[in-house]
Nanobody, 122 residues
Framework: QVQLVESGGGLVQAGGSLRLSCAASGRTFSGYASGWFRQAPGKEREFVAFISWLGRSTNYADSVKGRFTISRDNAKNTVYLQMNSLKPEDTAVYYC???????????????WGQGTQVTVSS
């Protein structure tokens, strides 16, 4: 099993920055791709970014491209999401997830964290 715990969420003004962290544990974590998703109240969960195990492949939703950066430090079993130039529409609960293959489809992810709230004031 893989256990994931997000942290780093909070309240920030529009134009500000936050860095989310996803700490992972479990004997099956090695070799997994990771993704970030978000869900606003009343909305479906949407893809934000993914990164392959070695960090050689990344992809971003068009809505965050150029503003967000996904990275990982496998020695620390941690995946990050650096969020810059935040907008009110970025307000959501952010979830990290792990999968055997990189994908923007939430249905392909096997393990999920509990989420961390990001609120961007206008």
């Amino acid at each position: 099993q893989v256990q994931l715990v997000e942290s780093g969420g909070g309240l920030v003004q529009a134009g500000g920055s936050l860095r989310l962290s996803c700490a992972a544990s479990g004997r099956t974590f090695s070799g997994y791709a990771s993704g970030w998703f978000r869900q606003a109240p009343g909305k479906e969960r949407e893809f934000v970014a993914f990164i392959s195990w070695l960090g050689r492949s990344t992809n971003y939703a068009d809505s965050v491209k150029g503003r967000f950066t996904i990275s990982r430090d496998n020695a620390k079993n941690t995946v990050y999401l650096q969020m810059n130039s935040l907008k009110p529409e970025d307000t959501a609960v952010y979830y990290c997830a792990a999968a055997n293959r990189v994908s923007g489809d939430a249905r392909t992810y096997d393990y999920w964290g509990q989420g961390t709230q990001v609120t961007v004031s206008s």
